[in-house]
């Protein structure tokens, strides 16, 4: 089989397929009968790499395998095509997924130590719906504390192969959505000190489950925007400023 024939079928494979493919995945399209020969595939990537220099689109490899992307220069032009809104996501949620990027693994608490604030359990959520970030593992503190860490979609979606290929800290400092004033070299007993919180605020909760919320008003434990709103004890005196009741004592007859 020419070389020739092995690039179209290498192009035309990888413009077709709705995801990055990689080696083995495009090495498996020749049969046992008509096998690409050695290191054929690898130079018809090359090459196709070189005809695209001149292109409007680039053959990048990323953390799934090789894919065609429209290239950078021409992207704005590209993108009047989508019509759909695109996501913007807030600091809060840029700040946790570089924290969770750059630190993994990393467990709520300790990113809750470094922001200084609580981090919203949708916000955590939203990422692992968007396919960018995950479970991997648990913290061994008592209470055992998830660890997370990013995934391919995470690469994939950002254009790298892997994790080296993350830009330096400083470089986050050009991105005004970011600009994370955040204290990544943090020691590590503090980390640990921020897991060994995180796991006795959940014993805390869950043996306040078992208390009763008949006594209290006022606290909602599912609305985590609010972390400073506290349960507050009614009192009958409470009850009655409430309900406007200023009226007199009754005297007893004498």
Known sequence: MEQDFIQRIVEAAIMAAPQPLTLAQLNALFSEDQPAPADSIEQAIEALRRDCESRGVELVEVASGFRFQVKADVHAWVARLWTER???????????????????????????????VAVNANMVKALEEREWIRVVGHRDVPGRPELFGTTKGFLDYFGLKSLDQLPPLAELKDIPE?????????????????????????????????TDEGDFVGS???????????????????????????????????
């Open 220 to 254: 909602d434990d599912s609305d985590e925007s609010h972390p400073n709103q506290r349960a507050v004890e009614t009192t009958p005196a409470d009850v009655h400023e409430e309900a406007g009741d200023t009226a007199e004592p009754e005297l007893k007859d004498e």
């Open 178 to 210: 970011l600009e994370p004033q955040l204290p990544f070299d943090l020691d590590p007993a503090v980390v640990a000190n921020a897991a060994m919180a995180e796991a006795e605020a959940e014993a805390d909760q869950a043996s306040n489950e078992h």
């Open 86 to 116: 695109q996501t913007k996501y807030t600091r809060a949620t840029l700040e946790t997924l570089a924290l969770i990027a750059y630190r993994q693994p990393i467990t709520r608490g300790e990113i809750e130590q470094i922001r200084g």
